[in-house]
């Protein structure tokens, strides 16, 4: 009696799966761009570059008395400490904005 691998449910999918893998590694789809033309150069394929660069961030040590002005009025920056760290929280300015906040302070 000899042994087919291929015989159960199974051993059959993962056969499948596996020369699935393999076609997409071999074959891969080409993506199309407009008028399915591949760019030739740089500026007409893909441009990394952000639209503005984003605020970065600058190690500052605040004591309470410094982080009093960013409450968020007058919309302005709302800065959260909390356990030492200091969170920037100036989007969620519906939720941590003034007048809220003070919730975590118990």
């Known amino acids: 009696m000899s042994f087919n691998p291929l015989e159960t449910p199974l051993n059959s999918l993962l056969a499948l799966s596996i ?4 076609f997409r590694v071999a074959w891969p ?3 199309s761009y407009e008028g399915d033309k591949i760019p030739s ?13 984003p605020e970065t961030a600058v190690f500052k ?22 356990d030492r760290n200091v969170f920037d929280v ?7 904005g003034p007048g809220v906040y ?5």
């Open 61 to 82: 040590n605040y004591t309470p008395k410094t982080l009093e002005p960013f409450n968020g009025k007058d919309g302005g920056k709302i800065l959260l400490a909390i």
């Open 29 to 31: 789809s080409i993506p």
């Open 41 to 53: 150069d740089y500026s007409s394929s893909y441009n990394w570059m952000p639209a503005k660069h």
């Open 90 to 96: 100036t989007t969620g300015r519906s939720f941590y």
């Open 102 to 106: 003070f919730l975590f302070a118990l």
């Open 19 to 22: 020369a699935h893998n393999i």
